[in-house]
């Protein structure tokens, strides 16, 4: 088991470009999540899904979209990156989120930069 | 907004000392996760406390849930330097969403 993937590593973008950040799961898990992390500020939620198909708006969404086309991928996409996003991304994945919340599983992350 | 504060920010301590790091929130949470993350790593789930009073043990780490579940506790006795990494607390919320607090740098010296 591979657990949770995520490509590429590091990516260096210029402000206005565009990328996709690309998250898979094999451990047949119904909710997917992506997540900034920035110095002193712990994990901010962007987008999740809690299944195939379906995606919802986190804390931070502005900037940033999401596609879960197959249960195993969560895309997510910056279609015009500004330096405000330069960061650590970490998707996640876990099988429930009821009646308590089950174990977050994630990625080794992407940092990003935006010159 | 549900936020979770954790204290301190970065705690440096040697070999064999214990320690106390914590979570505090104003809001009520029906449960929190402890995470442990290394550098460059994602977090990897710790604990997850669910009851109000809730005590587990992990070897050496303690975890405790405040009786009005608005605030948790991480004590290790006789820390190592394989502790050292970066602590962070996630409350859960009715939304399918884990608040997370900023967490706590903690560096073991041998």
């Known amino acids: 088991n591979a657990g949770v993937t995520q490509t590429p590593k590091f990516r260096v973008l210029k402000t206005g470009q565009s990328m996709t950040l690309l998250c898979a799961q094999d451990m047949n898990h119904e909710y997917m999540y992506w997540y900034r992390q920035d110095p002193g500020m712990g994990l901010r939620l962007i987008h999740y899904?809690?299944?195939?198909?379906?995606?919802a708006k986190g804390e931070v969404p502005d900037g940033y979209n999401v596609s879960r086309l197959k249960k195993q991928n969560f895309l997510l996409g910056l279609e015009s990156a500004a330096p405000s996003q330069t960061s650590v991304y970490f998707c996640?994945?876990?099988?429930?989120?009821?009646?308590?919340?089950?174990?977050?599983?994630f990625g080794p992350g992407t940092r990003l930069t935006v010159t | 907004t549900q936020l979770l504060e954790q204290s301190p920010q970065f705690l440096s301590i040697q070999e064999g000392e214990n320690l106390t790091v914590y979570c505090n929130s104003s809001s009520v949470f029906s449960s929190l996760q402890w995470y442990r993350q290394e550098p460059g790593e994602g977090p990897v789930l710790l604990v997850t406390?669910?009851?109000g009073g809730e005590v587990k043990k992990l070897k050496r780490l303690t975890f405790q849930f405040g009786d009005a579940r608005k605030d948790s506790s991480l004590h290790i006795t006789a820390a190592q330097p394989g502790d050292t990494g970066l602590y962070l607390c996630a409350g859960a919320d009715s939304n399918y969403q884990l608040i997370w607090g900023a967490g706590t740098k903690l560096i073991i010296k041998p």
């Open positions: 406390v669910v009851t």
């Open positions: 996640a994945s876990s099988y429930s989120f009821y009646p308590d919340p089950y174990e977050q599983y």
């Open positions: 899904s809690v299944g195939e198909g379906t995606t």
